[in-house]
């Protein structure tokens, strides 16, 4: 495997024009017959469009063609070039107040990036590099839940994962430090601990729920629960086939009252012989002191025959008086929840308890030592292909079943801690930590629908194993399910991809794991909890409590999962990909409802709710949790909103900012001591600094204005002096307009919303497409990716920009079920 350490922080250069085509398209010594003649060309536009601003001396946006034509910035040549071919195909450059050159003419200049500056072949594409990756946090978790069934806790146990291109999948960055070692060993340990048995097998259970029980007589009622207020007496009848030992376990809750309480009872187990006469064979004190939850267990011998069981619940102390208890709303109440009865303990079957089967499924191992190890491999040869992602071989399961058996003959020890022994080697071992990907031993066959062109010389298919891996860690967040894997091991997952992602889209309980930690960090949904707000100065009132009401964990947790449930709802429906920024409709419950000012909703569910006129909610652009997290603690911030836009809808993200530039409250002096934040800004773009970047971004944020930082509507403005009281605050009506520098006009959110889909929606699917890719390969995304993601977008649009078609587009391209093969790094035109 070919691996190639990239910068993760590697940001674009800032935003310049076209005016250097003329004399870059010159300089390249590739093709020189066509360079000169489409250099003559951009000439001919050059001084028209951009010579005032980049020429003779000028360098506005920190850009001077002379100073690339004389070589001054090195190696800094290829991001100028991918600078200038993104925001011409974004059309951010020349400005709208500019004499723009017609679509024909960018479309040609992009094209001759793409083919002579490039060199990109739609017949060649590069698949781009594979990286070793380990198993972020979240993966790990998924992937043990899946093994073992046992929830880790990677949030208290790990330390966070570092992030590149905004998303903790990166390979480059995913390194394993000594420290993250020792903690992977004690995971291992523990989780295996969890998932073994220390008693082995047991005999074989018979279940009795608490509806078999009866109410004061064996043919009376179901009980539900009991009061404490008065007696009661529950009466359970049993058939017993074998006259033997027994285990009998019950379980009970305590309903209606509070930790406090002193109210305390007693229960009591009887069983009543052929006479009718109870014999007590347990009784048990019960209070909300102890808890609210208890059990008992005891052993009793049976005969066969009819077993009859008397539970009785009887109050002690009903009447205590409890110092700062509340007034009851209801009386308290036992509830028994589970009863079992495990036996016969001589002699019977013996079986593992449900929740080690998961592992254990084989059953008890037999006595007979060669069946015995048989028995031993085909669990460790199971467990392991799961854990590895594709069939163990023959010497490595050897060795541990040679461990586990040794582990397993120690004095004192038992065969399930041998087992424990060869499973905490199996996840502490790099083929389960890391995602390793192998390549075929040959050209797979092909899916009907694949759209890409696959370059024998530059790319080699991945085995059907590593591209397994690849689908349900972007799907669904963990490894791959029993069916994926069989059809990874028949060798047909190339030809079935896209049955398989109807199927596995189809699995709405995975996917929204998927979707949970992709969306979560494309859309930074993830941070909404932690996003620090001050909610008496955002909302200019007085009271904590009042505060807290308005914006607490609950409508946080809804805003999270409106934006998560939305986008879950167009993949599984099938949406055009563009309706995500105008969508007419979005998830909510009632408190989040009411949070928005949105009536007739009702209950704690999400669900799908058609938007009323003036609700001012549509589209993306208009969920809290993206308002939230694209503010500052105490306002508003339409730098941040407009930058999200930039770098997550529409993919053309701003360089970062200067050194030593003063923040906006730092501003608010003098004449702009009680301005608004609108006249800030445009002070602030005075700056020729600034002003590329900002006449980009500001006019996209201050379109979300009317939405406060917590994501409420507001009409008005609230402008607080330095030092002032916030009941001083000077209220302003605020004014969301703008235009963007394509030239398109917008009065608010929801009319960017709908310029947005309407016309700048393939700079959406690419936007999305790219972020889907780069999450899902685990490396960032090159001008080499161009080609492969032009088709990807040329399919979507031919089957009506519907999401099914951008994710089966892309598992089906070349990078994603492809690498590159150990070949030389292609160049650019212009490098030697």
């Known amino acids: 495997m070919e691996f190639k350490i990239r910068s993760a922080t590697n940001r674009p250069m800032p935003v310049v024009t076209l005016v250097i085509y003329g004399v870059l398209f010159a300089c390249l010594p590739t093709q020189p017959s066509r360079a000169e003649d489409l250099s003559g060309q951009v000439r001919s536009q050059f001084e028209q469009h951009c010579f005032d601003c980049h020429g003779n001396g000028s360098e506005e946006g920190g850009f001077n063609f002379e100073k690339l034509v004389s070589g001054e910035y090195g190696d800094f040549t290829q991001s100028k070039w991918e600078a200038v071919w993104k925001n011409v195909r974004a059309q951010t450059m020349p400005p709208a107040e500019a004499e723009a050159p017609s679509q024909e003419v960018r479309s040609k200049w992009v094209h001759w990036i793409q083919s002579d500056v490039f060199r990109l072949d739609p017949q060649r594409i590069d698949p781009g590099h594979s990286v070793l990756r380990r198993l972020n946090r979240s993966e790990y978790k998924e992937t043990i839940k899946q093994l073992t069934d046992v929830d880790y806790d990677v949030r208290e146990e790990f330390p966070a994962d570092d992030t590149g291109y905004g998303f903790d999948t990166i390979g480059e960055v995913l390194?394993?430090?000594?420290?993250?070692?020792?903690?992977?060993?004690?995971?291992?340990?523990?989780?295996?601990?969890?998932?073994?048995?220390?008693?082995?097998?047991?005999?074989?259970?018979?279940?009795?729920?608490?509806?078999?029980?009866?109410?004061?007589?064996?043919?009376?009622?179901?009980?539900?629960?009991?009061?404490?207020?008065?007696?009661?007496?529950?009466?359970?009848?049993?058939?017993?086939?074998?006259?033997?030992?027994?285990?009998?376990?019950?379980?009970?809750?305590?309903?209606?009252?509070?930790?406090?309480?002193?109210?305390?009872?007693?229960?009591?187990?009887?069983?009543?012989?052929?006479?009718?006469?109870?014999?007590?064979?347990?009784?048990?004190?019960?209070?909300?002191?102890?808890?609210?939850?208890?059990?008992?267990?005891?052993?009793?011998?049976?005969?066969?025959?009819?077993?009859?069981?008397?539970?009785?619940?009887?109050?002690?102390?009903?009447?205590?008086?409890?110092t700062n208890e509340p007034s009851k709303q209801q009386p308290y109440r036992f509830s028994l929840s589970r009863s079992i009865l495990v036996g016969p303990l001589q002699g019977g079957?013996?079986?593992?308890?449900?929740?080690?089967?998961?592992?254990?499924?084989?059953?008890?191992?037999?006595?007979?030592?060669?069946?015995?190890?048989?028995?031993?491999?085909?669990?460790?040869?199971?467990?392991?292909?799961?854990?590895?992602?594709?069939?163990?071989?023959?010497?490595?399961?050897?060795?541990?079943?040679?461990?586990?058996?040794?582990?397993?003959?120690?004095?004192g020890s038992r065969y399930e801690r041998g087992v424990g022994a060869a499973l905490q080697l199996i996840l502490a071992s790099p083929r389960f930590l890391f995602r390793t990907e192998q390549v075929s031993g040959s050209e797979p066959a092909k899916s009907s629908n694949a759209s890409q062109a696959i370059a024998n010389d530059l790319a080699v298919p991945l085995d059907d194993y590593s591209l397994a891996s690849r689908l349900s860690y972007l799907l669904w967040g963990g490894p791959p399910d029993q069916e994926l894997y069989q059809v990874a091991a028949s060798g047909k997952l190339h030809e079935q991809l896209e049955q398989q992602f109807e199927r596995m889209i189809g699995q709405e309980w995975r996917l929204e794991r998927g979707i949970e930690n992709f969306v979560g960090q494309w859309l930074q949904t993830r941070d909404v909890h932690e996003s620090q707000a001050d909610i008496r100065t955002i909302l200019g009132i007085d009271?904590?409590?009042?505060?807290?009401?308005?914006?607490?964990?609950?409508?946080?947790?809804?805003?999270?999962?409106?934006?998560?449930?939305?986008?879950?709802?167009?993949?599984?429906?099938?949406?055009?990909?563009?309706?995500?920024?105008?969508?007419?409709?979005?998830?909510?419950?009632?408190?989040?409802?009411?949070?928005?000012?949105?009536?007739?909703?009702?209950?704690?569910?999400?669900?799908?709710?058609?938007?009323?006129?003036?609700?001012?909610?549509?589209?993306?652009?208009?969920?809290?949790?993206?308002?939230?997290?694209?503010?500052?603690?105490?306002?508003?911030s339409p730098v941040k909103r407009g930058l999200f836009v930039l770098e997550n809808i529409l993919g053309t993200p701003a360089p970062p900012a200067p050194p030593n530039v003063p923040s906006l409250e730092e501003s608010k002096s003098g004449k702009l001591e009680k301005a608004s934040l609108r006249e800030i800004l445009e002070f602030h773009r005075r700056d020729a600094a600034c002003a590329a970047c900002h006449q980009r971004m500001d006019p996209?944020?201050?379109?979300?204005?009317?939405?406060?930082?917590?994501?409420?509507?507001?009409?008005?403005?609230?402008?607080?002096?330095?030092?002032?009281?916030?009941?001083?605050?000077?209220?302003?009506?605020?004014?969301?307009?703008?235009?963007?520098?394509?030239?398109?006009?917008?009065?608010?959110?929801?009319?960017?919303?709908?310029?947005?889909?309407?016309?700048?929606?393939?700079?959406?699917?690419?936007?999305?497409?790219?972020?889907?890719?780069?999450?899902?390969?685990?490396?960032?995304?090159?001008?080499?990716?161009?080609?492969?993601?032009?088709?990807?977008?040329?399919?979507?649009?031919?089957?009506?920009?519907?999401?099914?078609s951008l994710y089966k587009a892309i598992i089906t391209s070349v990078p994603f079920t492809h690498r590159r093969k150990d070949v030389a790094e292609p160049t650019l035109a212009s490098q030697p």
Request: glycine share 6%; charged share 30%; proline share 5%.
């Open 175 to 322: 390194t394993l430090s000594p420290v993250l070692l020792e903690k992977y060993l004690a995971a291992a340990a523990d989780i295996v601990s969890k998932c073994t048995p220390t008693d082995g097998p047991t005999p074989k259970e018979q279940i009795h729920w608490r509806n078999q029980w009866k109410l004061n007589t064996a043919d009376g009622p179901e009980p539900g629960s009991l009061s404490f207020e008065e007696k009661g007496v529950l009466h359970l009848r049993r058939d017993i086939a074998i006259a033997n030992s027994y285990r009998l376990e019950l379980e009970w809750s305590l309903e209606n009252g509070w930790v406090a309480t002193a109210q305390e009872g007693m229960v009591r187990l009887s069983l009543v012989d052929n006479e009718g006469k109870p014999r007590m064979l347990r009784e048990q004190k019960v209070s909300f002191l102890a808890g609210q939850r208890g059990s008992m267990s005891t052993e009793v011998d049976l005969p066969k025959g009819t077993m009859h069981l008397l539970l009785e619940f009887i109050p002690t102390n009903s009447d205590a008086t409890v």
């Open 349 to 411: 079957e013996l079986e593992y308890r449900e929740k080690y089967r998961r592992i254990f499924f084989n059953g008890p191992p037999p006595s007979d030592p060669i069946a015995r190890r048989e028995h031993l491999k085909s669990l460790l040869r199971r467990f392991a292909d799961q854990a590895y992602r594709r069939p163990i071989d023959e010497p490595t399961l050897d060795r541990l079943c040679d461990i586990a058996l040794q582990v397993a003959n120690e004095p």
């Open 543 to 636: 009271s904590y409590e009042e505060a807290e009401r308005t914006f607490d964990w609950q409508v946080r947790e809804a805003m999270g999962q409106e934006t998560r449930r939305l986008y879950q709802y167009f993949i599984t429906n099938d949406r055009p990909v563009e309706e995500l920024l105008n969508a007419k409709y979005t998830f909510l419950n009632e408190r989040l409802a009411k949070f928005y000012g949105i009536e007739g909703v009702q209950g704690d569910s999400m669900r799908k709710v058609d938007l009323p006129a003036g609700s001012h909610r549509r589209g993306l652009l208009t969920h809290g949790s993206l308002l939230v997290v694209t503010s500052n603690p105490t306002r508003t």
């Open 700 to 804: 996209l944020g201050l379109a979300m204005e009317n939405y406060n930082a917590i994501g409420q509507w507001r009409d008005m403005e609230r402008s607080v002096a330095k030092g002032q009281n916030q009941r001083d605050a000077v209220k302003q009506a605020i004014d969301a307009s703008g235009k963007l520098m394509s030239g398109e006009s917008f009065s608010g959110a929801e009319e960017l919303a709908e310029i947005l889909a309407a016309n700048r929606k393939e700079d959406f699917y690419r936007c999305l497409t790219e972020k889907i890719m780069t999450f899902g390969l685990g490396r960032g995304m090159t001008y080499r990716d161009t080609t492969a993601i032009d088709q990807i977008i040329a399919r979507t649009q031919k089957e009506d920009g519907k999401m099914k």
